[in-house]
C-alpha cells in the first residue's frame, strides 16, 4: 500500500516504505531503520547538492531470502548490498522530486517473493529513467506513485515479452515440473538446464552486475535468480547429503517397521581412568599393552558380543587427553550412549568434566562406570556425591534429585572384571529405552572416525554407518572426495585397526547401521569427521564431490573476507582512539604552551598529524623493504623469524592433534612454531627435500620412513627428522628443537683466582717500551686466555683488560688450571706488584630449557 508524497518546510518529501511481512524481529528492523537514519542523507548528498529534499525511510519489517544471501555471497556486505538497492531508488526519486515508493507482500508465505519483485522494481525503475529523456522523466514521477503488490510485474516492450514467453513455451515443453537446481553449475550448463540461449543468461548476469565467463561455476543462489529472471520454475534438491536426527526418523510412521539396530556406544572419560582397560574387559583382548606410552591416541571402534544378551554393541574408544578433544567431539557425532569412565580414587577430572558439557550439548545420555573400586583408597560414595552435586548429574536414586534421577551408574573394577555384567546391561537398558532402528535398504551414509594411509592398501577410512548400507562396490562420496568401495573389512579394535582374529579385522561384502567399517577405495585421504554418502554412479559421485569442493572454496573466500574485514574494523577502531587521545593531548600541550586561540590549535594540531604520519609511513616503508629482502634467508637482523616444520602423521585425527599443540606450543614459545604443511603418510624424500629447501624439520608422529635412502637423504642434506609414537614425547623433541635456535642468555662468570708471584721484564727493540710479564700461580679455578682479568690490590680493582698472552716456559695454552703455574701479559697494563690478586671471568651463555609443567603443558625458561 502507497504512503501519499507530501512537503515539510516547503521542499518535497521523498518516503520509501517497504512492507515485508515476514517472522523478522522488530530487534532487526530497529536496527536497519537506525542504520538508513545514516545511508539516506548520504546516498542522495553524493548525487547532487544542490537540491534540498527531507528524505523520510520507513522499515516495518524486513527478511533476508534468497536475493539478498545470493548478493551477500557474491562479496559483498549487507549494508552494501541495500545501501545499492536504495541508491538506485532514492536517484530516480530525487530527479522527480516528490515521490513515494512503497512495498507490500500481502503474507509472509510471498516474503522470499517479495523481495524479488523490490528488486526487479528497482531495476526496472532506473532503466526507464535512462530511457526518457530527463524532463519528461522528471514529470512522470511526479504525478505518479509505485504500489506494487505480489501480482505486480517487471515493465517489458510487447514484442520483447512476446519473444520471451515464446522461449519460456519451448523450454517448459521440454521440462515436466520445476528445474532441481545443481549445487554449482557453469552458465552453459545452465542454459542447457533452462532451455534458454546462453547469450540471454549472460546479458541476465551482466544486468545483475554479475559478469561471469562460460566456464565459471555459479552457486544455486545465483541461478535461482537468473531462473526468475528469465522465467523458468526452479527447486531445490533435497538435502540427501545431511543426516536427520533419530527425533526426526521416529517422527515417520514406517520407523518403528525398521528392524532393531546396535547401539554405538562411546566411552569416554579422563586419561588413565581405564578406558582402553574396560574395553579389553568386554571384549577380552589387550590393547591398553599395546598402546604407545601406554595412553590411546586415536579413536577405535569394534564390534563387542554381549553373550548374556545374546545382542552386540558398536564401541568407539576415545582418547582422554587433552590434546584430542577434537576426536572426542567427533565420536560424539555418531554415539547413541556414552559410558562415562570416572576413578574412584580420582573422581571428576578436566577431561570428565569436558565430556560431560560434550554429552549434555550432544543431547546424549550416559551411563556413569566408577571404574577401580579394587583400589586401596577408593570412594565410590564420594564420586557419586560430586557428580550429582557439583556436577548436576541426575544420577538415579541420589537424595539430591528426590531418588527421581535417570542416569544409571555402576560400579566396576575393569582390572579385575567385576560388575561388567551389570554395566552391559545398563547400556542395553538405555539402548531399549531409546527404541533405535535402522532400515538396511536405504541409501548408505556414514561417519568417517579416522582415515589414514596403509602400506599397499592406500587409503583407508575407519567409518560408522548411520543409515543404510554400505556394500563393495558403492560409489561413495565423502566429503569433497569419491571413490569406489574396493574391499569393506571390520576394524581391528587396537590402535589403528589391527587385526585380533574372530570378527575383528574379517573381510565382509556389506555393512548396516551401526557396523563400524573400514572403508579401501578413495584416492584421497578424508578429513576425519566427514560424513559419507553413497551415489549411484561414478559420474554423479564426480558431480557431489565438485559441488561440494565448491561450495567449500566459497565458504572458505567468504570467512577470509569476513576475518579481514572484522580486523580490518578493529584495527580502524584502534586507531581512530588512538588519534582522538593524541589530538587531545597535543590539544593540551599547545594551549598549554600559550596557543589559546582554538582553531589555530587545531591547524597545528593537522600540521603536526600529518607530518607524524609522513615519518610513520617512511618508516613502515623502509622496514617492510628490509624484511622482504632478509624474507628469502628466513632471518631478520641476525635472528630466526619463525621455526618451520613439516607435519607428517599417521591418521587424520592425530595429524590435526599434533598441529594443534604445535600451535599451541607456537603461542607460548619466544620464536613462533610455523607449520609449512601437515599430511597423514609416511616421511617421503619429497618431504625431506622441502624441509631442506625451506630450513625446515619434520616431525613424524606414528610414522616411518618411505626406505633407507630417505634417511640417508636427510643426514646428507642436514635435515632434522623428530619422530615418535607418543605425542607428548614428539611435541618434547620439538620444544628441545626450538630451544636449541634460541640465542640464550649471556652472563658474565668468574673462572678463577690467582696471585703474582713474580715479575718479569722482556726488553723491547730499539725505540719500543718492555714488556711486563706477570708470573702467576693459579689459587682456585681456572685462567683463560680468551678471559677478561680483574686485578685487585688490598681489595681495590686498579685494572681490568683482556689476557694478550697466556704461556707455561715457551709454549701459548688456553688455560691454566688450580694448582699451575704460568705467565701472562695483560693488555694496557704494567702497574702490576708481587701479591696482586687476579680474578679471571668468563663470559658464559645460558641455554633456553624446555620445561614441563604438572599439567603437561610445555614453557621456555633461561
Given at each position: 500500500?502507497?504512503?501519499?508524497?507530501?512537503?515539510?518546510h516547503?521542499?518535497?518529501?521523498?518516503?520509501?516504505?517497504?512492507r515485508v511481512?515476514?517472522?523478522?524481529?522488530?530487534?532487526v528492523?530497529?536496527q536497519?531503520?537506525?542504520?538508513?537514519?545514516?545511508?539516506?542523507?548520504?546516498a542522495?548528498?553524493?548525487?547532487s547538492?544542490?537540491?534540498?529534499y527531507h528524505h523520510e525511510?520507513?522499515?516495518?519489517a524486513?527478511?533476508?531470502?534468497?536475493?539478498?544471501?545470493m548478493?551477500?555471497?557474491?562479496?559483498?556486505g549487507?549494508?552494501?548490498?541495500?545501501?545499492?538497492?536504495?541508491?538506485?531508488?532514492?536517484?530516480?526519486?530525487?530527479?522527480?522530486?516528490?515521490?513515494?515508493?512503497?512495498?507490500?507482500?500481502?503474507?509472509?508465505d510471498?516474503?522470499?517473493?517479495a523481495?524479488?519483485?523490490?528488486?526487479?522494481?528497482?531495476r526496472?525503475?532506473?532503466?526507464r529513467?535512462g530511457?526518457?529523456?530527463?524532463?519528461?522523466?522528471?514529470?512522470?514521477?511526479q504525478?505518479?506513485?509505485?504500489?506494487?503488490?505480489d501480482s505486480?510485474?517487471?515493465?517489458?516492450?510487447?514484442?520483447?515479452?512476446?519473444?520471451?514467453?515464446?522461449?519460456?513455451?519451448?523450454?517448459a515443453?521440454?521440462?515436466?515440473?520445476?528445474?532441481?537446481?545443481?549445487?554449482?553449475?557453469?552458465l552453459?550448463?545452465?542454459?542447457?538446464?533452462f532451455?534458454?540461449?546462453?547469450?540471454?543468461?549472460?546479458?541476465v548476469l551482466?544486468?545483475l552486475?554479475?559478469?561471469?565467463?562460460?566456464?565459471?561455476?555459479?552457486?544455486?543462489?545465483?541461478?535461482?535468480?537468473?531462473?526468475?529472471e528469465?522465467?523458468?520454475?526452479?527447486a531445490?534438491?533435497?538435502r540427501?547429503?545431511?543426516?536427520?536426527?533419530?527425533?526426526?526418523?521416529?517422527?515417520?510412521?514406517e520407523?518403528k517397521?525398521?528392524?532393531?539396530?546396535?547401539?554405538?556406544?562411546?566411552?569416554?572419560?579422563?586419561?588413565?581412568?581405564?578406558?582402553?582397560?574396560?574395553?579389553?574387559?568386554?571384549?577380552?583382548?589387550?590393547?591398553?599393552?599395546?598402546?604407545?606410552g601406554?595412553?590411546?591416541?586415536?579413536?577405535?571402534?569394534?564390534?563387542?558380543?554381549?553373550?548374556?544378551?545374546?545382542?552386540?554393541?558398536?564401541?568407539?574408544?576415545?582418547?582422554?587427553?587433552a590434546?584430542?578433544?577434537?576426536?572426542?567431539?567427533?565420536?560424539?557425532?555418531?554415539t547413541?550412549?556414552?559410558?562415562?569412565?570416572?576413578?574412584?580414587?580420582?573422581?571428576v577430572m578436566?577431561?570428565?568434566?569436558?565430556?560431560?558439557?560434550t554429552?549434555?550439548?550432544?543431547?546424549?545420555?550416559i551411563?556413569?562406570?566408577?571404574?577401580?573400586?579394587?583400589?586401596?583408597?577408593?570412594?565410590p560414595?564420594?564420586?557419586r556425591?560430586?557428580l550429582?552435586?557439583?556436577y548436576n548429574?541426575?544420577?538415579?536414586?541420589?537424595?539430591?534429585?528426590?531418588?527421581?534421577?535417570?542416569?544409571?551408574?555402576?560400579?566396576?573394577?575393569?582390572?579385575?572384571?567385576?560388575?561388567l555384567?551389570?554395566?552391559?546391561?545398563?547400556?542395553?537398558l538405555?539402548?531399549?529405552?531409546m527404541?533405535?532402528?535402522g532400515?538396511?535398504?536405504?541409501?548408505?551414509?556414514?561417519?568417517v572416525?579416522?582415515?589414514?594411509?596403509?602400506?599397499g592398501?592406500?587409503?583407508?577410512?575407519?567409518?560408522?554407518?548411520t543409515?543404510?548400507?554400505?556394500?563393495?562396490?558403492d560409489?561413495?562420496?565423502?566429503?569433497?572426495?569419491?571413490?569406489?568401495?574396493?574391499l569393506?573389512?571390520?576394524?581391528?579394535?587396537?590402535?589403528m585397526g589391527?587385526?585380533?582374529?574372530g570378527r575383528?579385522?574379517?573381510?565382509i561384502?556389506?555393512?548396516?547401521?551401526?557396523?563400524p567399517?573400514?572403508?579401501?577405495?578413495?584416492?584421497?585421504?578424508?578429513?576425519?569427521?566427514?560424513?559419507l554418502?553413497?551415489?549411484g554412479?561414478?559420474?554423479r559421485?564426480?558431480?557431489?564431490a565438485?559441488?561440494?569442493?565448491?561450495?567449500?572454496s566459497?565458504g572458505?573466500a567468504?570467512?577470509?573476507?569476513?576475518?579481514?574485514?572484522?580486523?580490518?574494523?578493529?584495527?580502524?577502531?584502534?586507531?581512530?582512539?588512538?588519534?582522538?587521545a593524541?589530538?587531545?593531548?597535543?590539544?593540551?600541550?599547545f594551549?598549554a604552551q600559550g596557543f589559546y586561540?582554538?582553531?589555530?590549535?587545531?591547524?597545528?594540531?593537522a600540521l603536526?598529524?600529518?607530518e607524524?604520519?609522513?615519518?610513520e609511513?617512511?618508516?613502515?616503508a623502509a622496514?617492510a623493504e628490509?624484511?622482504?629482502?632478509?624474507?628469502?634467508?628466513?632471518?631478520?637482523?641476525?635472528?630466526?623469524e619463525?621455526v618451520?616444520?613439516?607435519?607428517?602423521a599417521?591418521v587424520?585425527?592425530?595429524?590435526?592433534?599434533?598441529?594443534?599443540m604445535?600451535?599451541?606450543?607456537s603461542?607460548?614459545?619466544?620464536l613462533?612454531?610455523?607449520?609449512l604443511?601437515a599430511?597423514?603418510?609416511?616421511?617421503?624424500d619429497?618431504d625431506?627435500?622441502?624441509?631442506a629447501?625451506?630450513g625446515?624439520?619434520?616431525?613424524?608422529?606414528?610414522?616411518?620412513?618411505s626406505?633407507?635412502?630417505?634417511?640417508r637423504?636427510?643426514?646428507?642434506?642436514?635435515?632434522?627428522?623428530?619422530?615418535?609414537?607418543?605425542?607428548y614425547?614428539?611435541?618434547?623433541?620439538?620444544?628441545?628443537?626450538?630451544?636449541?635456535?634460541?640465542?640464550?642468555?649471556k652472563?658474565?662468570?668468574?673462572?678463577?683466582?690467582?696471585?703474582?708471584?713474580?715479575?718479569?721484564?722482556?726488553?723491547?727493540?730499539?725505540?719500543?717500551?718492555g714488556?711486563?710479564?706477570?708470573?702467576?700461580?693459579?689459587?682456585?679455578g681456572?685462567?683463560l686466555?680468551?678471559?677478561h682479568?680483574?686485578?685487585?690490590?688490598?681489595?681495590?680493582?686498579?685494572?681490568?683488560?683482556?689476557?694478550?698472552?697466556?704461556?707455561?716456559?715457551?709454549?701459548a695454552?688456553?688455560?691454566a688450571?688450580?694448582g699451575?703455574?704460568c705467565g701472562?701479559v695483560l693488555?694496557?697494563?704494567?702497574?702490576?706488584?708481587?701479591?696482586?690478586?687476579?680474578?679471571?671471568?668468563?663470559?658464559?651463555?645460558?641455554?633456553?630449557?624446555?620445561?614441563?609443567?604438572?599439567?603437561g603443558?610445555?614453557s621456555f625458561?633461561?
Amino acid at each position: 500500500m502507497g504512503v501519499p508524497a507530501h512537503t515539510k518546510h516547503g521542499r518535497p518529501v521523498t518516503t520509501l516504505a517497504f512492507r515485508v511481512r515476514g517472522p523478522q524481529s522488530s530487534a532487526v528492523t530497529a536496527q536497519l531503520n537506525r542504520w538508513l537514519a545514516t545511508v539516506v542523507p548520504e546516498a542522495i548528498d553524493t548525487e547532487s547538492q544542490d537540491h534540498a529534499y527531507h528524505h523520510e525511510v520507513r522499515i516495518e519489517a524486513w527478511k533476508v531470502g534468497p536475493l539478498l544471501r545470493m548478493r551477500l555471497a557474491d562479496g559483498r556486505g549487507f549494508e552494501q548490498t541495500l545501501r545499492e538497492d536504495l541508491g538506485v531508488a532514492l536517484r530516480v526519486a530525487r530527479r522527480g522530486g516528490a515521490s513515494t515508493f512503497s512495498f507490500e507482500c500481502p503474507s509472509s508465505d510471498d516474503a522470499e517473493r517479495a523481495e524479488q519483485f523490490l528488486h526487479e522494481t528497482l531495476r526496472s525503475a532506473a532503466s526507464r529513467q535512462g530511457e526518457q529523456s530527463r524532463s519528461r522523466q522528471s514529470e512522470q514521477l511526479q504525478q505518479q506513485r509505485f504500489n506494487f503488490s505480489d501480482s505486480a510485474s517487471r515493465p517489458a516492450q510487447p514484442k520483447k515479452r512476446a519473444q520471451q514467453q515464446e522461449e519460456q513455451k519451448k523450454a517448459a515443453a521440454r521440462r515436466d515440473g520445476p528445474v532441481i537446481l545443481p549445487e554449482a553449475a557453469t552458465l552453459r550448463e545452465l542454459a542447457s538446464l533452462f532451455g534458454v540461449p546462453a547469450l540471454r543468461l549472460r546479458r541476465v548476469l551482466d544486468q545483475l552486475d554479475m559478469a561471469s565467463d562460460n566456464s565459471a561455476l555459479l552457486s544455486m543462489d545465483v541461478a535461482e535468480l537468473v531462473a526468475a529472471e528469465v522465467g523458468v520454475e526452479t527447486a531445490r534438491p533435497e538435502r540427501r547429503g545431511e543426516l536427520t536426527t533419530e527425533e526426526e526418523r521416529e517422527a515417520t510412521s514406517e520407523y518403528k517397521d525398521h528392524p532393531p539396530r546396535a547401539p554405538v556406544v562411546a566411552v569416554m572419560g579422563h586419561v588413565d581412568h581405564g578406558k582402553t582397560t574396560l574395553l579389553d574387559a568386554l571384549r577380552s583382548s589387550s590393547v591398553a599393552a599395546a598402546e604407545a606410552g601406554g595412553i590411546t591416541q586415536h579413536v577405535g571402534a569394534f564390534v563387542v558380543d554381549l553373550p548374556e544378551s545374546g545382542r552386540s554393541i558398536t564401541v568407539l574408544d576415545t582418547p582422554g587427553h587433552a590434546a584430542f578433544a577434537a576426536m572426542r567431539e567427533r565420536g560424539a557425532q555418531v554415539t547413541d550412549v556414552a559410558v562415562v569412565v570416572v576413578a574412584a580414587d580420582d573422581g571428576v577430572m578436566p577431561q570428565t568434566e569436558e565430556v560431560l558439557n560434550t554429552t549434555y550439548r550432544a543431547g546424549i545420555p550416559i551411563v556413569v562406570a566408577i571404574n577401580k573400586c579394587d583400589k586401596p583408597g577408593a570412594d565410590p560414595a564420594a564420586v557419586r556425591e560430586e557428580l550429582a552435586t557439583r556436577y548436576n548429574v541426575a544420577l538415579e536414586g541420589h537424595p539430591a534429585f528426590g531418588g527421581g534421577g535417570d542416569v544409571q551408574h555402576v560400579e566396576i573394577s575393569a582390572l579385575k572384571r567385576t560388575g561388567l555384567r551389570e554395566l552391559e546391561e545398563a547400556v542395553m537398558l538405555q539402548a531399549e529405552i531409546m527404541e533405535l532402528r535402522g532400515d538396511p535398504d536405504e541409501v548408505g551414509h556414514g561417519v568417517v572416525i579416522e582415515s589414514r594411509v596403509k602400506k599397499g592398501r592406500g587409503t583407508v577410512c575407519t567409518t560408522v554407518v548411520t543409515k543404510g548400507s554400505l556394500t563393495k562396490g558403492d560409489y561413495v562420496v565423502i566429503g569433497s572426495e569419491y571413490g569406489r568401495v574396493k574391499l569393506l573389512r571390520r576394524p581391528g579394535g587396537g590402535a589403528m585397526g589391527e587385526e585380533r582374529g574372530g570378527r575383528q579385522g574379517a573381510e565382509i561384502k556389506r555393512a548396516g547401521p551401526s557396523e563400524p567399517v573400514e572403508v579401501y577405495g578413495l584416492d584421497a585421504v578424508p578429513e576425519a569427521g566427514e560424513t559419507l554418502m553413497v551415489v549411484g554412479s561414478e559420474r554423479r559421485a564426480r558431480e557431489v564431490a565438485r559441488e561440494r569442493q565448491f561450495a567449500s572454496s566459497q565458504g572458505a573466500a567468504r570467512a577470509m573476507v569476513s576475518e579481514a574485514a572484522r580486523r580490518s574494523r578493529a584495527e580502524n577502531e584502534e586507531r581512530e582512539m588512538l588519534l582522538r587521545a593524541r589530538r587531545r593531548q597535543m590539544d593540551a600541550d599547545f594551549e598549554a604552551q600559550g596557543f589559546y586561540n582554538p582553531r589555530y590549535r587545531a591547524k597545528l594540531i593537522a600540521l603536526k598529524l600529518e607530518e607524524e604520519a609522513g615519518d610513520e609511513t617512511r618508516a613502515r616503508a623502509a622496514e617492510a623493504e628490509a624484511r622482504s629482502r632478509a624474507f628469502a634467508d628466513g632471518v631478520i637482523e641476525g635472528e630466526l623469524e619463525c621455526v618451520p616444520v613439516i607435519v607428517k602423521a599417521d591418521v587424520a585425527g592425530t595429524n590435526e592433534a599434533l598441529v594443534d599443540m604445535l600451535n599451541t606450543l607456537s603461542s607460548r614459545s619466544p620464536l613462533p612454531i610455523k607449520v609449512l604443511r601437515a599430511e597423514v603418510g609416511v616421511i617421503s624424500d619429497g618431504d625431506v627435500r622441502e624441509a631442506a629447501g625451506q630450513g625446515a624439520a619434520v616431525v613424524g608422529f606414528n610414522v616411518g620412513t618411505s626406505g633407507k635412502a630417505v634417511e640417508r637423504l636427510a643426514e646428507r642434506e642436514g635435515v632434522l627428522v623428530l619422530r615418535s609414537r607418543v605425542i607428548y614425547e614428539l611435541i618434547h623433541q620439538v620444544g628441545e628443537h626450538v630451544a636449541g635456535l634460541l640465542p640464550g642468555r649471556k652472563k658474565i662468570v668468574k673462572a678463577g683466582d690467582a696471585e703474582v708471584a713474580a715479575l718479569f721484564e722482556v726488553k723491547g727493540k730499539r725505540g719500543e717500551a718492555g714488556t711486563k710479564i706477570l708470573g702467576v700461580r693459579v689459587a682456585d679455578g681456572k685462567l683463560l686466555s680468551a678471559g677478561h682479568v680483574r686485578v685487585l690490590r688490598d681489595g681495590e680493582v686498579v685494572h681490568e683488560g683482556a689476557v694478550t698472552t697466556l704461556r707455561r716456559g715457551d709454549k701459548a695454552i688456553k688455560e691454566a688450571v688450580k694448582g699451575s703455574e704460568c705467565g701472562l701479559v695483560l693488555q694496557g697494563f704494567s702497574d702490576a706488584q708481587v701479591g696482586d690478586t687476579l680474578e679471571c671471568m668468563e663470559m658464559s651463555v645460558i641455554k633456553t630449557k624446555v620445561v614441563q609443567a604438572q599439567d603437561g603443558s610445555l614453557s621456555f625458561q633461561q
